[in-house]
């Protein structure tokens, strides 16, 4: 043993370590091409170390003649495989450059393979002369081989110097694109490597040179520049996790000043991930796994099915995802949340990844379940206040029929008292009887309705029974007011969504106001017209004109605020609420001054199923 047979397995396992790092950053990591055919190069070098190896302890010809063979080969698949990485690493160079240098090495290396050709006559020598034994320093020994050059040798040269050439230009190019030190480093070495490489086997195959071939010894510069680089990676992927980690830790800080949590469903793994605010929200422990059935068991069964309905839909539409939920905390506490998330899809459109933030709403709900509370207490307060005026037109109303069933009852008394006793007249006038007291419990139903305190409940009604509703409460008011109120309905109107109740209630603040108005003016002139059409955009319009005064200009803006009156037992609550109920069913209310006298009141409903358009 002696220093030769030390160093050169040492620069074949420099270079298998190398090429094994670049290997399996290369399998996992993207763009793979370049350090795969890195690794390539470093594994063929640490072959050709060994082959070189076998060449200078060699003296038997068929030994030596089979390991200058596989080492042409392999210099072959070097120069190959670096032209390959440099072409990959840089992203540019002359592809026909890339193309000519194995084409060239080819020529020269069919020389080692020529059928018929005795052993040693190949690339390097015509004729094989024999082996001379060396020592170098340390007292140490080499074999080397002696022969008539060939002289079609050159080709080899001829693919060196063409690779130098495609490495220079493209590391040029490179420079000149980003002016990056990659350019530089990496470039220079594998010149380097392959002048030094090159010109110490020409001067070995000329016998100018008594040493052994140390062509892997030149790529020792290829190594250094590499093993920077790789370095460099290192470092700036530490530095990059440094920064990420801190982005994060400023974005859990800023979203949870918000209030806001983060999530990311990876949908093929079906996993969620959430910042720790998002688990806190939901009541998910920070370890805990998390997937789409453990998500949607956190909320509340109510609304289980909606917001799996809007996952669904976000995974067929690729679009966004914005749902509002409650979830159900431990002890039975519910939160508001309000979601908003976005898919994100693979190359080929799959998607792969939702992604989104959480915000707690629950203060907002209440208080908007407060708000509704208090309107609702509102509305139920004008309506009671409205029912004075109507105590005495329903007094009247009912009257009519009770009086009806008193007489008729007198009539059926002595009927009876007839002998016989004529039945037949007996049951008509039950049967009368029967008709006004549905007369009279219709009224008394119509006004229990409008009286009890209820919620918003839609259905698809129409504006005509709506307002023959209304015509029937009003009518005894009409008659005491002596005031013309005429409904002007299209015949088959499209019905619309809405509460039947709450619009009656419009109806009626309306026509009260617009009676109020007319009040003052001569009998003959006291004319309500109720007008209902379908409108340009589709909705209904009903319009309540009147023959008043009008609205003095400078109340036109503030007559639907809340408290707002001109009344001296007015409440100035009836117009606010009806805005309220008609912005609530989707559509507008307005007033305007007529062009001759009085004014209209006009509102709109949008058709039952006609999607609402804000
Ligand atoms: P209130 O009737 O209790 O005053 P409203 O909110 O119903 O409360 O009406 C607010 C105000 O709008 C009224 O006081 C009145 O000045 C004005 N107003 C309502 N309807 C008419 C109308 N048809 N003509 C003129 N002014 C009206």
Known sequence: MNWMTITWPMVAAACLTLGLIELS?????????????FALSAFTVACIAGLELALMQTDVLAEWWLATRLLDAAVGILLVSLTAFIWRYFGTG?????????????????????????????????????????ETFGGATFNVAEGVPNPWNVFPYLAVLAQIVFVA????????????????????AVVLFLLGGGLQAALVDLDILKTPYMISWAYLAVLIAMS??????????????RQLQ???RHMDLASAAADLGMWTWDIGHDTIWATRHARELFGFSESEHINRARFLGSLHPEDREAVDQALEDALATGGGYEVEYRVLLRGGKIRWMAAHGQIERDGSGKPIVLRGVVLDISARRSSELELQQLRSELAHANRVSMMGQFASALAHELSQPLG??????????????????????????LADIRQDERRASGVIDRLRALLKRRSFVRSALSVSDELATVMALARGDTAIRKVALVIDDAPNLPLVMGDPVHLQQVLLNLILNAMDAVEDAPAARRKVTVRARPNSEGAIEVAVEDSGPGIAPERLGRLFEPFFTTKAKGMGIGLSISRTIIEAHGGRIWAENNADEGATFRFTLPQAGVARSS
């Open 25 to 37: 950053i290369g399998l996992w990591q993207r763009p793979r091409a370049p350090r795969l055919l």
């Open 94 to 134: 002359q592809k026909w450059l890339a193309l000519a240098i194995p084409c060239i090495y080819a020529i020269g290396l069919s020389f080692d393979f020529f059928p018929g050709t005795p052993p040693g006559v190949g690339m390097t020598y015509q004729a094989f002369i024999g082996f001379r034994t060396v």
């Open 169 to 188: 230009d493209a590391s040029l190019r490179l420079r000149r694109l980003d002016g990056g030190r990659r350019a530089v480093r990496v470039g220079g």
């Open 228 to 241: 920077i680089e790789l370095n460099a990676d290192v470092l700036a992927g530490a530095r990059l996790a």
């Open 246 to 248: 801190d982005r994060e």
């Open 404 to 429: 009806a069933i008193l007489r008729n009852t007198e009539a059926a008394e002595l009927f009876l008292e007839h002998d016989p006793p004529d039945i037949e007249e007996v049951r008509a006038i």
